[in-house]
C-alpha cells in the first residue's frame, strides 16, 4: 500500500494499539500531524514537550502499556530529554518521536537542528534517526518491542521532515528479529535450585520488591511465595504495590527514608531475596553495611544489574513472574522459627506523625487520606518530602497505583503523569499528591487537565518552602537558609479558578477529614491546598538514625 512517511508513522501506531499520544506540534513534525488528524488515536496537546514524555510515562505506568509522546525538532526535542530520562531511570516502556530537519540539511546547524539521538543516547534502550522512508514500518515494529520487552525502557525514533513527506510501500512486519537482542525471562534451573537450598536452609528471609516486579506483573507470584515460605516483604520507593501494603507480611518501605520495621528486618535476615530491583543509594545507604547477615539472592532481567550496588550470593537472570512461577512449581516449604513473630513486633514500633505547631500535619493528611481512598485509587506524587511521606504513610494496595519519578528524582513530573494516569485507566480515582515547588515546575499543565476534562484530584501540600533542600539546609548547614523560600507564590484556590478548577484551602486540622471528602467526591478536576508545617521534616525518623551521615542522603 503506498502512502507517505507521515502516514506510514500514524498506520504503524495504530497497528501497535496505541489509542493516545502526548504531544506539541511544530514545522518539522506538521505532516504527521496531518496525518494523525486523520485517525482515530487521540492526541493531547500538553503545554511543554517535557511533559509529554511525563504524560506518556504516566500512561505507560497504570496501564501497562507503551507510552507514546512527539515533539518537533530542535528545543521541542531537547525540551523532552529531562522525561525520557525519567523514563530511563524508572524503566517505563515509552516511545518517543522527535521531528528533524531535512535530511540533507543535518549536520549543518539549520535551524531548529539539534542532534537528538546523541543528545539522549545515555538514557534511551535504543534510538533511530531514519534515513529512508521505507525503513519506516521496521523501524517502529522494533521500537515497540524494545521498549517493551526485557528491561522496559525509551526507545526514541528521530523522523527528518523530508522522510516524513516520501512517499513509501507500506508493509508492516509480523515478526521482529534483532541480532544481539535476546532478552532471558526463564532463570537458570541451576541457579533455582540453589535459590530453593537457599531458602530451605533460613532462618530469617527476606523478600525485597522493586520496580522490576511492578513491571512484571508479578504480584500474584510473590505473595504465594511469601506466605509459602513465610517471609515477609519489604519494598523500594519504587517497588511500593507489587505488594498490598495491607498484608499481613508487608513491612513497608526500607531505605534512608524509610520504615523501621523494613530496615529492622533488612539487619537481622540471614537471607535476603531481591526481586527486581537495582538497590540504588536511597534503599541502601552506605552498600558496604547493607544486609551484612544475609545472603542475597537477586533475581533481575537486566543481568547489569545484579552485583552492580550489592554483591549476590545467588545470581538469577531472569523475568521475575517467568522465574517464580518456575521456582512455584518446587516443593518448597519452611518452619517460620519466630522470624514472623519478630517482624510484627517490629510493625508495632511507633513510627510516629510528628508535632508540626506552625501548620497541618501532612503526615496524618497522607495517612488520612490512605483509609479514605477507594482500594484501586492511583496515587501519583511528585518529588520531595511528600514523596517519602507517601512511600511511608500511604498504604498502596494494588500494582501500579503508586507512581512517582523515583530514580531521576524529577520535580514536575506528578502533574502530566497524573493526566496520562487518568487518560490510560478512566475508571479509576487519580490522587496527585505534589508540593508547591513542583507544582509550578509544570504548572501550565492544569490547561491540559481542562483541556481533556480529566478529573484528577490534586492536593498541594503547601509549605512555601523546597522542603528537602530546606531540611538539608536546616540538618548540615547549621540552619542557614538560602534560596529555599517560595516566595512570590500564587494563591492556589485563585489560581485553580483562572484555570476554570474548583479550588478550595484548609488550614485547620479538624478539616483534613472533609478537605479530602471534598476532594473525592468532586466531579471534575479539583485543587485542595493543605498549608501544612514548613518546619516539618522527613528525618528524624522514630526508631532509626539521625546522624549527619544519614541525612547527606537527602541530597
Known amino acids: 500500500m503506498k502512502m507517505t512517511g507521515a502516514e506510514a508513522v500514524v498506520r504503524a501506531l495504530e497497528l501497535e494499539g496505541v489509542d493516545t499520544i502526548f504531544g506539541y506540534p511544530g514545522g518539522a513534525v506538521t505532516h504527521i500531524y496531518d496525518a494523525l488528524g486523520r485517525s482515530s488515536i487521540h492526541h493531547v496537546l500538553v503545554r511543554n514537550e517535557q511533559a509529554a514524555a511525563h504524560g506518556a510515562n504516566g500512561y505507560a505506568r497504570a496501564t501497562g502499556k507503551v507510552g507514546v509522546c512527539i515533539s518537533t525538532s530542535g528545543p521541542g526535542a531537547t525540551n523532552m530529554i529531562t522525561g525520557i530520562a525519567t523514563a530511563y531511570m524508572d524503566s517505563i516502556p515509552i516511545v518517543a518521536i522527535t521531528g528533524q530537519v531535512p535530511l540533507s540539511m543535518v549536520g549543518r546547524d539549520v535551524f531548529q537542528e539539534a542532534d537528538i539521538t546523541g543528545a539522549t543516547e545515555p538514557f534511551t534502550k535504543y534510538s533511530y534517526l531514519v534515513r529512508n522512508p521505507g525503513d519506516l514500518p521496521r523501524i517502529f515494529k522494533e521500537a515497540f518491542h524494545i521498549a517493551s520487552t526485557g528491561r522496559p525502557g525509551p526507545v526514541l525514533i528521530d523522523i527528518p521532515k523530508d522522510i516524513a513527506m516520501a512517499t513509501l510501500d507500506f508493509k508492516y512486519p509480523t515478526e521482529v528479529n534483532l541480532r544481539g537482542y535476546r532478552p532471558t ?38 505473595m504465594e511465595l511469601a506466605e509459602r515460605i513465610k517471609a515477609p516483604v519489604a519494598s523500594t520507593l519504587m517497588g511500593i504495590g507489587a505488594f498490598p501494603g495491607d498484608h499481613h507480611l508487608s513491612l513497608g518501605f526500607l531505605g534512608q527514608h524509610g520504615v523501621y520495621a523494613a530496615n529492622r528486618a533488612v539487619e537481622e535476615a540471614d537471607l535476603l531475596i531481591l526481586l527486581g530491583a537495582r538497590m540504588g543509594d536511597r534503599a541502601t545507604g552506605k552498600a558496604e553495611e547493607f544486609a551484612q547477615k544475609a545472603k542475597v539472592i537477586h533475581v533481575d532481567i537486566d543481568p547489569a544489574e545484579i552485583g552492580k550496588n550489592i554483591g549476590p550470593n545467588i545470581p538469577i537472570v531472569g523475568d521475575i513472574k517467568t522465574t517464580l512461577r518456575e521456582l512455584l512449581q518446587k516443593d ?48 501519583v506524587t511528585d518529588v520531595g518530602q511528600h514523596q517519602i511521606w507517601a512511600g511511608r504513610y500511604y498504604k498502596t494496595r494494588r500494582p501500579r497505583a503508586f507512581l512517582t519519578s ?26 496527585l499528591l505534589i508540593g508547591d515547588g513542583g507544582l509550578q515546575m ?13 478529573p484528577v484530584k490534586i492536593m498541594i501540600l503547601n509549605n512555601g518552602y523546597l522542603g528537602m533542600v530546606r531540611e538539608i539546609q536546616e540538618k548540615i548547614h547549621g540552619g542557614r537558609y538560602y534560596q529555599t523560600r517560595m516566595e512570590g507564590n500564587p494563591d492556589f484556590v485563585k489560581l485553580a479558578d483562572a484555570y476554570g478548577i474548583k479550588g478550595f484551602r484548609v488550614e485547620n486540622q479538624e478539616k483534613i477529614e472533609w478537605g479530602i471528602k ?26 532509626g538514625k539521625d546522624d549527619e551521615a544519614h541525612i547527606r542522603g537527602i541530597g
Open 185 to 222: 525471562y526463564m532463570g537458570h534451573p541451576g541457579q533455582i535450585k540453589r535459590m530453593i537450598r537457599a531458602i530451605e536452609e533460613s532462618c530469617r528471609p527476606l523478600i525485597c520488591v522493586g520496580g522490576g516486579a511492578v513491571s512484571s506483573d508479578a504480584t500474584e507470584e510473590i
Open 332 to 379: 518448597i516449604e519452611r518452619n517460620d522459627w519466630g522470624w514472623l513473630s519478630r517482624a510484627r513486633e517490629w510493625k508495632q514500633v511507633y513510627e510516629g506523625l510528628g508535632d508540626c505547631h506552625k501548620g497541618l500535619n501532612p503526615m496524618e493528611i497522607i495517612k488520612t487520606l490512605s483509609d479514605m481512598v477507594p482500594e484501586n485509587t492511583i496515587l
Open 406 to 431: 523515583g530514580g531521576l528524582g524529577t520535580m514536575g513530573y506528578g502533574l502530566p503523569a497524573a493526566l496520562g494516569a487518568k487518560l490510560g485507566c478512566r475508571d479509576k480515582e487519580v490522587v
Open 442 to 454: 509544570n504548572l501550565a499543565e492544569l490547561a491540559t487537565l481542562v483541556q481533556e476534562g480529566a
Open 518 to 543: 471534598k476532594l473525592l467526591s468532586w466531579n471534575g478536576p479539583i485543587i485542595g491546598e493543605f498549608v501544612i508545617d514548613p518546619t516539618a521534616n522527613v528525618i528524624p525518623i522514630q526508631g
